[in-house]
């Protein structure tokens, strides 16, 4: 019989004091409490592109023979849906790489005059969960800050691109002094927005009707990163969660691409276990150097433009073998991990795939797209003929499937569903 454990119990070594999680046997009730388990959804987007004739089947439905790319992750077919036919309109931008701007948005026309993004299907969830986790999201990036995920004002979310620094962020809790400090930080934050706000009321009365429909659009934002605060100094004083890895070492050379890849496919898994974010968006960037992988002489950009060059198809085919392998260890691993319910893939909704159909005219029609886990039912290659159909459908019924309670999402002209 398993005895209860005292919520405050704590692991002492040499003065250190080690905060538990919170574990099933600190209440006997608690095991109830976690009987449902949390939907979560990972995004994940390699920028390039995925060589059609390596990923795409030839046939649809369930008894399709696997690609190349396919044969990789193959072991998980009954565990995700494969898409053809799907696109976001208009995308065609200023340059040919606009359309990194808007796979989770779909705003039209990336990168013209006066372009403005809307907001990306992975921060609808978060705003919609709110702070019931520690961060409402997490968006990664394998080289630079630059990231798909958008506020509702048009305003890029910064890509974390340290996997240790996530990580301390996470997991480690820091020296009382270290805490203290980060708390009069945050205060300080907060007096700054209280000044601004004071600011605001003053100026409103001064203005013309069109300046003070400015002047509130600006004082709703302050308003929201006041409430934020709130949140961040609530969480600030729990316990972080206990993991039993220890922190990762970041790769300083950009040329290990499946390095890095790897490294932040690793902390998915247990930013979703710990519950310290339902909400994660990962971006494969280019990172304009030869990357490391056996038989690659070209820049990974270069090869995506492979002109139909077979010498330069067989090196690209490498490197996306690399970047899909990695993924099927992501799937594994979800896969392999539990909560309470059984593998956290069942309750995670794993979108993959690419903001270009082609490479190497760089078009961004008949998209790569791949979505695992989530409970949905899968094992099926579906195939929109004619026209590509909105995947801004596929978003809404994601979002749906969250509890988000939403009739439309960007581009949308109603769910997606299969069976």
Sequence with gaps: MTRPVDRRTFLRASGVALGLPLLESMHPALARAVAASPKRMVNICNTLGLYPASWFPTTAGAVYEATEYLSLIDGHRDRYTLFSGLAHAEQQG??????????????????????R????????LADHLGYV??????????????SQSYTRSGAMVPAETSAAELFR????QGTPEEVAREAQSLDEGGSILDHLKSQT????????????EKLDAYFDAVRTAEEDLAEVKAWQQKTKPVVDVAQPVDIPDPSDLIGRVKAMFSLIPLILETDSSRVVSLMVQDHGVVPQVEGVTFDHHNLSHHGQDEAKIAQLRKVEVEIVTAFNGLLTQLRDRTDANGPLLDQTT???????GNGNSHTPNDLPILVAG????????????????PLSNLFLTMLQDHGVETDAFGQSTGTLSWG
């Design 350 to 356: 794993v979108l993959f795939g690419s903001n270009l």
């Design 117 to 124: 993004n809307t907001i990306s299907v992975d921060q609808v």
């Design 133 to 146: 986790t520690r961060f409402p999201s997490i968006v990664l990036g394998t080289v630079k800050a630059q």
């Design 201 to 212: 009321d003053a100026l409103r009365r001064r203005v013309s009707a069109a300046d003070q």
């Design 94 to 115: 200023r340059q040919a790489h606009n359309s990194e701007l808007t796979w989770l948005t779909s705003a039209r026309r990336p990168g013209m005059d006066g372009f």
């Design 374 to 389: 989530g409970g949905f039912s899968h094992g099926q290659h579906l195939v929109h003929e004619g026209d590509n159909a």
């Design 169 to 172: 962020k996470m997991f480690l």
